[in-house]
Protein backbone atom coordinates (compact mmCIF):
# COMPACT_ATOMS: atom_id res chain seq x y z
CA UNK A 1 0.00 0.00 0.00
CA UNK A 2 1.17 3.64 -0.60
CA UNK A 3 0.66 6.94 0.92
CA UNK A 4 0.97 9.49 -1.45
CA UNK A 5 2.15 13.03 -0.08
CA UNK A 6 0.75 16.29 -0.33
CA UNK A 7 3.51 16.90 -2.60
CA UNK A 8 2.21 14.96 -5.56
CA UNK A 9 -1.56 15.72 -5.02
CA UNK A 10 -0.82 19.49 -5.32
CA UNK A 11 0.63 18.80 -8.79
CA UNK A 12 -1.50 16.63 -9.87
CA UNK A 13 -4.44 18.42 -8.96
CA UNK A 14 -3.00 22.02 -10.79
CA UNK A 15 -2.14 19.46 -13.79
CA UNK A 16 1.37 19.97 -13.64
CA UNK A 17 2.74 17.19 -15.88
CA UNK A 18 6.29 15.79 -14.83
CA UNK A 19 7.91 12.16 -13.57
CA UNK A 20 6.06 11.85 -10.43
CA UNK A 21 2.48 12.86 -11.28
CA UNK A 22 2.79 10.78 -14.23
CA UNK A 23 3.93 7.86 -11.82
CA UNK A 24 0.63 9.18 -10.00
CA UNK A 25 -1.52 8.39 -13.02
CA UNK A 26 0.25 5.55 -13.42
CA UNK A 27 -0.99 4.16 -10.02
CA UNK A 28 -4.42 5.48 -10.79
CA UNK A 29 -4.82 3.53 -14.28
CA UNK A 30 -3.62 0.06 -12.84
CA UNK A 31 -5.81 0.39 -9.57
CA UNK A 32 -2.77 0.51 -7.12
CA UNK A 33 -4.12 0.95 -3.51
CA UNK A 34 -3.11 4.22 -2.34
CA UNK A 35 -4.22 6.60 0.38
CA UNK A 36 -4.03 9.73 2.75
CA UNK A 37 -3.86 10.61 5.84
CA UNK A 38 -5.43 13.51 8.05
CA UNK A 39 -2.68 15.86 7.92
CA UNK A 40 -2.42 15.24 4.09
CA UNK A 41 -5.89 16.06 3.85
CA UNK A 42 -5.99 19.34 5.97
CA UNK A 43 -2.77 20.29 3.89
CA UNK A 44 -4.76 19.73 0.40
CA UNK A 45 -8.04 21.50 1.27
CA UNK A 46 -6.37 24.19 3.12
CA UNK A 47 -4.61 25.10 -0.57
CA UNK A 48 -7.65 25.71 -2.06
CA UNK A 49 -8.10 29.08 -3.67
CA UNK A 50 -12.06 29.19 -3.68
CA UNK A 51 -14.47 27.30 -1.73
CA UNK A 52 -16.12 25.77 -4.97
CA UNK A 53 -12.76 24.18 -5.28
CA UNK A 54 -12.51 23.45 -1.45
CA UNK A 55 -16.08 21.90 -2.36
CA UNK A 56 -15.24 19.89 -5.28
CA UNK A 57 -11.74 18.71 -3.13
CA UNK A 58 -13.38 17.82 -0.31
CA UNK A 59 -15.67 15.49 -2.43
CA UNK A 60 -12.94 13.93 -4.05
CA UNK A 61 -10.93 13.12 -0.89
CA UNK A 62 -13.51 11.89 1.17
CA UNK A 63 -13.93 8.98 -0.97
CA UNK A 64 -10.38 8.10 -0.40
CA UNK A 65 -8.31 5.38 1.72
CA UNK A 66 -7.21 7.40 5.10
CA UNK A 67 -4.62 5.45 6.83
CA UNK A 68 -4.20 6.62 11.01
CA UNK A 69 -2.07 7.31 13.58
CA UNK A 70 -2.35 4.86 16.19
CA UNK A 71 -2.56 6.53 19.13
CA UNK A 72 -0.82 9.08 22.08
CA UNK A 73 2.63 6.88 21.49
CA UNK A 74 2.59 7.99 17.60
CA UNK A 75 2.98 11.50 18.45
CA UNK A 76 5.97 10.86 20.81
CA UNK A 77 7.50 8.51 18.27
CA UNK A 78 7.01 11.58 15.98
CA UNK A 79 8.91 14.00 18.14
CA UNK A 80 11.49 11.29 18.94
CA UNK A 81 12.19 11.33 14.75
CA UNK A 82 12.28 14.91 14.94
CA UNK A 83 14.19 15.01 17.88
CA UNK A 84 16.98 12.07 16.83
CA UNK A 85 16.78 14.80 13.05
CA UNK A 86 18.02 17.69 15.21
CA UNK A 87 20.39 15.82 16.61
CA UNK A 88 22.18 14.87 13.19
CA UNK A 89 21.72 18.59 12.15
CA UNK A 90 18.63 18.11 9.81
CA UNK A 91 16.57 20.59 10.06
CA UNK A 92 12.73 18.95 9.34
CA UNK A 93 10.82 21.97 8.41
CA UNK A 94 7.25 20.97 8.72
CA UNK A 95 6.10 19.08 12.10
CA UNK A 96 3.66 17.55 9.45
CA UNK A 97 6.21 15.49 7.73
CA UNK A 98 7.68 14.08 10.99
CA UNK A 99 3.47 12.91 10.82
CA UNK A 100 3.19 12.19 7.83
CA UNK A 101 6.40 9.37 8.39
CA UNK A 102 4.92 8.37 11.53
CA UNK A 103 2.19 7.09 9.52
CA UNK A 104 4.04 5.29 6.83
CA UNK A 105 5.92 3.67 9.36
CA UNK A 106 3.19 2.55 11.84
CA UNK A 107 0.88 1.12 8.58
CA UNK A 108 4.05 -0.53 6.89
CA UNK A 109 3.48 1.78 3.67
CA UNK A 110 5.51 2.96 0.98
CA UNK A 111 5.71 7.04 0.95
CA UNK A 112 5.42 8.04 -2.50
CA UNK A 113 6.60 12.14 -2.44
CA UNK A 114 8.29 15.03 -4.17
CA UNK A 115 9.60 16.46 -0.48
CA UNK A 116 13.58 16.68 0.02
CA UNK A 117 12.70 16.49 3.97
CA UNK A 118 11.52 13.09 3.70
CA UNK A 119 14.69 12.45 2.15
CA UNK A 120 16.18 13.75 4.77
CA UNK A 121 14.71 12.28 7.35
CA UNK A 122 15.25 8.76 5.77
CA UNK A 123 19.00 9.70 6.76
CA UNK A 124 18.03 8.92 10.34
CA UNK A 125 14.84 6.66 10.39
CA UNK A 126 14.27 4.01 7.78
CA UNK A 127 11.45 5.10 5.03
CA UNK A 128 10.38 2.86 2.39
CA UNK A 129 9.73 4.62 -0.47
CA UNK A 130 7.80 4.13 -3.73
Known sequence: ?????????????????????RKFQDLIDHNIPFGINYFIYQELLQGTKTIQDYKKLKKYLDT?????LKGLESYAEAALIYFKCRKKGITV??????????????????????????????????????
Open 1 to 21: MILVDTSILIDYFRGIENKHT
Open 64 to 68: QIFYN
Open 93 to 130: KSTIDVLIVQTAIENDLLLFHNDKDFENIAKVVKIKFY
